[in-house]
């Protein structure tokens, strides 16, 4: 049973950085596409940002230019340096394989305050 953890949210100001961590247990990360995703009150979970094992990486167009993902594969983490920050950032953040396969972790709240 896989499990992930998702770490580094928290309140910040509008422009401001955070970065947050995705470990995982039972499972080699390298081995699989994985995505940050994120939720907001209301709204569906969506993926905002995906590394391939090869490093490829993609990104949603509200996304694009400010975050970076990437992966630490002899930490078995993978990261998402969120930059710029707006308040329309603010969600909980989830990270999972590209095609959602594992059991959802925590999450991560980011607040972005204007």
């Known amino acids: 049973q896989v499990q992930v953890v998702e770490s580094g949210g928290g309140l910040v100001q509008a422009g401001g950085s955070l970065r947050l961590s995705c470990a995982a247990s039972g499972s080699t990360l390298s081995q699989y596409t994985i995505g940050w995703y994120r939720q907001a009150p209301g709204e569906e979970r969506v993926r905002v940002a995906t590394?391939?094992?090869?490093?490829?990486?993609n990104y949603a167009d509200s996304v694009k230019g400010r975050f970076t993902i990437s992966r630490d594969n002899a930490k078995n983490t993978v990261y998402l340096q969120m930059n710029s920050l707006k308040p329309e950032d603010t969600a909980v953040y989830y990270c999972?394989?590209?095609?959602?396969?594992?059991?959802w972790g925590q999450g991560t709240q980011v607040t972005v305050s204007s």
């Open positions: 999972n394989t590209a095609f959602a396969q594992w059991s």
């Open positions: 590394i391939a094992s090869r490093g490829y990486t």
